[in-house]
């Protein structure tokens, strides 16, 4: 999967934004949204947010959790962990690149978030890079990956998926196609 | 959702109407996720295909009649762009499938019992016959005709590779499983069983889950 | 004699990476086959021979089948994938493949490329209401996002998504959806202002 369509699924997440237009609710095929109504906050899917927002129409309102304290507490958690402590969404990673990109005048230290959610990023690819080698070298079948994010997956699938198809062809040794006839003999 | 399996009328509006348009674009994108991460094709959805495309003309018909520079009618715009892209992707993954493992869908098909459900849609069937005839007599034209007369038959099932279904993939569990067994990758290991919790995710074989992903309990991720 | 020339077609496809697809060898199809029908005669006189005793001829015999073997197969591979690389010339050239490549293609594998457009286009209009599904657009995820264009010719006008309708003048600035600006930008009316 590109890293693309990867954001293109977080781009579905609901976030917060303080309209300033209002708008009856719109009644879109995946489900409505608003009424918007100028200062009141209201959620819409990221899209659409990052949309609103670039024609000046929206302030962003951050998650609860895109907030330095809170930040720091699931940093230091995961670097203090073996396994991958749960995070505070499924696109944290996306989120954070998405809304700090297009908003970042509306979240409070925006810069320091960017470190935060780097250095928590980057301790758990250690470790998925840590279980992925002993997952291939004890030859499992079965492994639980709970907590694991789409893009922390999306990185090792490629790598780790085809490395454990050649060893399994190495291993079972394939039986070659049947040839055809002999000459008439 | 997708009960219609056996029913090959195609006239499955009545089981349809129990879902949603939200639903139905969110059973849109997990079949298109299965099928993205799938090594094999899976079963068409003929039904999802078809009230994704009503809900998309019927939507872009009502726009159409929509004031002009309206902010609403440029959400409305953007969310069809998001559904469209997700709808022509799982179409594409699924043509990129049949075109490499055709003599293999072909034959399953071939032996499929009545009553089962096909895994091509009527239009894939005929794109996928096209397909291997239009092969078949190019390579029997350029080649095959002129080689020795005990050569000159070719198996496209035997020369085209298989999918693999003992390939790893990612998986949610939407709905809880026991006992699945898990076969050993060693001589020296043994089977074992595992239970899939409700939320879980795993790395498995294809093998071992294809009927969860078929019957929906599991979403490859 | 053992099957070189078929391997030297697989080799040249196999050097040429990237789903490149380079000239169409006939002259050494031709002669991959004229050594299999070579091969084949002599192994019908040995066989005859064989059958009236000559059993020291049979490891012969066996060792001319395999070669004929492999050159079926080494041509056959030759043949399909260079048909998987006009496949994907398809989904990123469109329908009209560029008259460089068009060179390398056979009359045969043009006549299968057309084939193939045709089953591909019966199959596209077939989904997607009555317009059909045009799948070879929206590849990438769209981005619901807003860019800076400037104007680089008369373009007349242009709707964008929200129904408005802007005027494409020479040297004008707008801000416009990417995605119905990418085409533009690519034939070169608009382009991108990076601030």
């Known amino acids: 999967m590109e890293p693309a369509e990867v954001e293109f699924l977080a781009e579905k997440e609901l976030v917060t934004i303080a309209a300033q237009f209002s708008l009856d609710r719109i009644h879109l095929i995946g489900g409505d949204l608003g009424p918007f109504n100028p200062g009141l906050p209201v959620e819409v899917p990221v899209w659409l947010a990052i949309n609103l927002k670039q024609r000046q129409k929206c302030r962003l309102i951050p998650p609860e959790w895109m907030d330095v304290g809170k930040l720091e507490e699931i940093r230091d958690q995961e670097r203090k962990e073996d396994t991958f402590t749960p995070m505070p969404s499924p696109y944290y990673m996306e989120l954070t690149k998405l809304l700090l990109n297009y908003a970042s005048d509306n979240i409070p230290r925006a810069d320091e978030i960017r470190t935060l959610v780097k250095d928590t990023w980057d301790t758990r690819m ?19 990956v709970d907590n694991l994010t789409l893009m922390e997956i999306n990185t090792t699938r490629t790598f780790l998926t085809q490395a454990l198809d050649h060893m399994y062809k190495l291993r079972t040794n394939l039986q070659p196609g049947e040839s055809s006839h002999s000459q008439d003999f | 959702m997708a009960a219609a399996g056996g029913d090959s009328n195609g006239d499955s509006d009545s089981e349809e109407m129990l879902l949603t348009p939200a639903q139905l674009i969110h059973s849109l994108e997990q079949a298109w996720l299965n099928e993205k991460f799938a090594p094999e094709l899976l079963e068409s959805k003929p039904e999802i295909i078809e009230c994704v495309v009503e809900q998309l003309d019927h939507m872009e018909a009502n726009l159409k009649r929509a004031k002009k520079g309206d902010l609403k009618v440029s959400v409305h715009h953007m969310e069809i762009e998001r559904i469209r892209y997700v709808l022509s992707s799982y179409l594409r993954c699924r043509l990129v499938k049949i075109e490499k493992f055709f ?27 096209e397909y291997m005839a239009n092969t078949e007599a190019y390579l029997k034209n350029v080649a095959l005709k002129h080689m020795p007369p005990n050569l000159q038959k070719m198996s496209l099932l035997k020369s085209v590779p298989k999918p693999n279904l003992d390939s790893f993939v990612f998986l949610r569990v939407l709905e809880p499983q026991e006992n699945i067994l898990v076969e050993p990758e060693t001589d020296e290991q043994r089977e074992y069983a595992i239970s899939l919790e409700e939320g879980s995710q795993h790395l498995i074989r294809y093998r071992t889950v294809a009927p969860l992903v078929a019957s929906g309990a599991v979403q490859l991720i | 004699m053992a ?8 080799r040249e496809l196999h050097r040429a990476a990237g789903g490149h697809l380079p000239p169409f060898r006939t002259d050494v199809l031709r002669q991959a086959l004229e050594e299999m029908r070579a091969l084949y005669e002599r192994n019908q006189a040995d066989v005859s021979e064989a059958k009236s005793g000559r059993t020291d001829l049979i490891f012969l015999i066996r060792f001319r089948h395999c070669c004929l073997l492999r050159n079926q197969r080494c041509l056959l591979a030759y043949l399909y994938d260079r048909l998987l690389r006009i496949r994907a010339l398809r989904w990123e050239y469109g329908s009209v493949l560029p008259n460089t490549i068009q060179f390398h293609m056979s009359a045969e594998e043009v006549e299968w490329f057309s084939r193939y457009k045709k089953s591909l286009a019966t199959y596209m209009k077939s989904v997607g209401g009555e317009e059909g599904l045009d799948l070879t657009q929206d590849i990438k995820p769209p981005k619901s996002l807003y860019i800076e264009v400037r104007c680089l010719k008369d373009h007349g006008e242009f709707e964008i998504d929200d129904g408005t309708t802007i005027l494409l003048k020479k040297n004008s600035q707008h801000f416009l959806p990417r995605w ?6 690519r034939q070169g009316v608009l382009e991108h202002v990076l601030s």
């Not at chain 1, 250690?126 to 639980?144: G, I, M, P």
């Not at chain 3, 099957?3 to 697989?10: D, F, G, I, K, P």
């Open chain 3, 3 to 10: 099957a070189e020339r078929a391997m030297e077609l697989v």
């Open chain 2, 103 to 129: 003599p293999h869908i072909l034959e399953k098909e071939k032996s499929r019992a009545e009553g089962e459900p096909s895994v091509l849609s009527p239009e894939e069937f005929a794109f996928a016959k």
């Open chain 1, 126 to 144: 250690a470790k998925l890079r840590l279980s992925a080698d002993s997952f291939v070298r004890q030859q499992e079948v079965h492994a639980k």
């Open chain 3, 180 to 185: 119905k600006c990418e085409q533009l930008i």
